[in-house]
């Protein structure tokens, strides 16, 4: 049978659209517009019904798909009913863009003012076409907030010029004023070539002269752009920015002064200051006294530059000494010192779908961190599914020298088992770089028995190890962490969920390398919803 036939023994005289249909996956948010344009181009039409279903079947993915799965093509009409049904309901719909409109990210910089924007616009179009009334003052109020300083201060502007002409200012009078700052500020770095580029690799910014960098100085948006070039430029070490500039004690790069092991003591490090003729407080040239810059010594707190702090490095003064000298500070500096362990144990972890997918790794215990992770390869390997995805925005400690850090985060259901009976399911976050946060850190894995620990003993072993899971404080009291007794090397044994586990601060007995610098917990800065 030709398809001519075909279509006259269907009584056929519907043709699909010549266009690709966009495809529903499932979202709330996305059932009205795919709704009117499928309406329009396929539902509406003329046209056999079981051929609009194979239209229908190919115009949906994942759960929206599987909800209409295993109908007969003559069951259209029950197919179109069901998606109405589930998603088709506008007080969820409403409900869901009020929700994106009230957590839309409080902005950081000038180009998430742009991105805000635009954000803005698309949410309060679709709430306008539903009937949604939201030029109240509660709204545009809760939008003033999430703006930089710089965008507020001339909206501040634009909402004064508005009452001095007796013009209503409401959400709608907010969104025209916010399009046109952001559109005056891109004219102002467009001139001075600096201009945010919407999508791929930003381009690299013109030389201007020292007066333009002053007159740029003047523009509302020059601070911000300057803070997340400088932020993205400098390559991040151990949460602490590479230096732009030389190190001002032995001209080389790739070091702060504070880290100079040329030059290491405040002592010396203050003659070469004054050979440079800088000031011995702040280290800026141009003057060498009377320095009223009110700055202080991240160690110490009190007023001088971090680099010339006496109590730090004192002890790195006399190591240029003859070798008698040397040999007798050497054992003062090595004496035992008490080291800082982190709760670490091993656990079963599991798949919670497939429970006979499991292995014994480690898990870390942080109460600082507000989320939990997985490290990459993990969820793989135990076969999870990934339940939900999401842009997470963190930012280790210490906050004034760690940038933000943007990813986006596939997150997991895992299993733990506990160490009597009992199994505690956790949903933990894949980084693809878990060292970000964590690396080797120094442990004492606990063995399962708390009878082989030697209790009495000065000196216990630890060990380097590298966590599978940190489990931040969302399950922190699940775990029933409760401090049992110290042990004799200075450190706590406790009880926990998932067995007995040793941290605080002792002494240890092997000689593996312990890690110089100190670990530190994780802040969840912000954390917005992603979509594929």
Not at 234 to 260: A, Q, T
Request: charged share 30%; aromatic share 6%; glycine share 6%.
């Amino acid at each position: 049978m030709n398809n001519t036939n075909g279509q006259k023994s269907f009584g056929f005289s519907f043709k699909p659209p010549r266009q690709e249909l966009s495809k529903f996956s499932g979202r709330h948010i996305d059932w009205p517009e795919w709704w009117q344009i499928y309406n329009a181009t396929v539902h509406e039409a003329e046209g056999n019904d079981e051929v609009k279903h194979a239209v229908l079947k190919q115009c949906v993915i994942g759960e929206a798909k599987q909800l209409i799965a295993g109908l007969k093509l003559t069951d259209y009409d029950i197919a179109i009913e069901l998606l109405k049904q589930k998603y088709g309901n506008e007080e969820d719909y409403t409900r869901n863009l009020h929700s994106q409109l009230e957590n839309l990210a409080v902005c950081q910089n000038f180009q998430d003012c742009r991105k805000f924007a635009i954000e803005l616009e698309r949410i309060c179009r679709l709430l306008e076409n539903n009937d949604q009334n939201i030029n109240g003052q509660g709204v545009w109020m809760s939008l003033e907030k999430k703006l930089t300083i710089p965008i507020l201060r001339e909206m501040q502007t634009k909402k004064a010029l508005a009452k001095t002409m007796n013009i209503n200012w409401n959400t709608e009078a907010f969104r025209k004023a916010l399009r046109e700052v952001i559109e005056k500020e891109e004219i102002v770095l467009s001139i001075h070539g600096k201009i945010p580029e919407k999508s791929g690799n930003r381009s690299e910014p013109k030389n201007l002269n020292k007066n333009k960098e002053k007159e740029l100085n003047r523009t509302l948006a020059n601070v911000e752009v300057k803070n997340k070039k400088e932020k993205h430029k400098n390559k991040i070490e151990g949460g602490r920015r590479s230096p732009i500039y030389p190190c001002i004690f032995c001209g080389k790069k790739n070091h702060w002064g504070d880290e100079c092991r040329k030059i290491n003591s405040a002592k010396d490090r203050r003659k070469k200051l004054i050979e440079l003729k800088r000031c011995l407080f702040c280290i800026k040239p141009e003057h060498e006294g009377n320095c009223k810059k009110p700055i202080k010594c991240f160690h110490c707190r009190e007023k001088h530059n971090t680099a010339l702090c006496e109590e730090t490095y004192k002890n790195k003064e006399n190591n240029i000494k003859i070798e008698g000298e040397v040999l007798q500070n050497s054992a003062i500096l090595r004496k035992p010192r008490q080291k800082r362990i982190l709760l670490c144990r091993e656990a079963v972890l599991f798949n919670p779908s497939n429970p006979d997918k499991n292995f014994k790794g480690i898990v870390f215990i942080d109460c600082g961190s507000q989320k939990s992770y997985i490290r990459k390869g993990i969820a793989q390997k135990l076969g999870l599914q990934t339940s939900q995805k999401e842009v997470q925005r963190i930012q280790p400690f210490p906050a004034n020298r760690s940038p933000v850090i943007e990813f986006n985060a596939e997150i997991f259901r895992l299993g733990i088992e506990k160490h009597s009976k009992g199994q505690m399911i956790v949903e933990v976050g894949q980084l693809d770089n878990l060292n970000s946060l964590i690396s080797q850190m120094p442990a004492v894995l606990t063995p399962e028995d708390e009878n082989d620990i030697d209790l009495k003993s000065n000196k216990i072993p630890h060990s380097l190890v590298e966590p599978d899971v940190l489990l931040g404080v969302e399950y922190f009291f699940d775990l029933n962490l409760v401090r049992k007794k110290k042990l004799n090397c200075g450190l706590w044994l406790a009880d926990s969920a998932i067995g007995p586990i040793i941290g605080g601060k002792g002494q240890i007995s092997n000689n593996k390398n312990f890690p110089s610098i100190d670990r530190s917990n994780v802040v969840i800065t912000e954390e917005d919803e992603f979509w594929q």
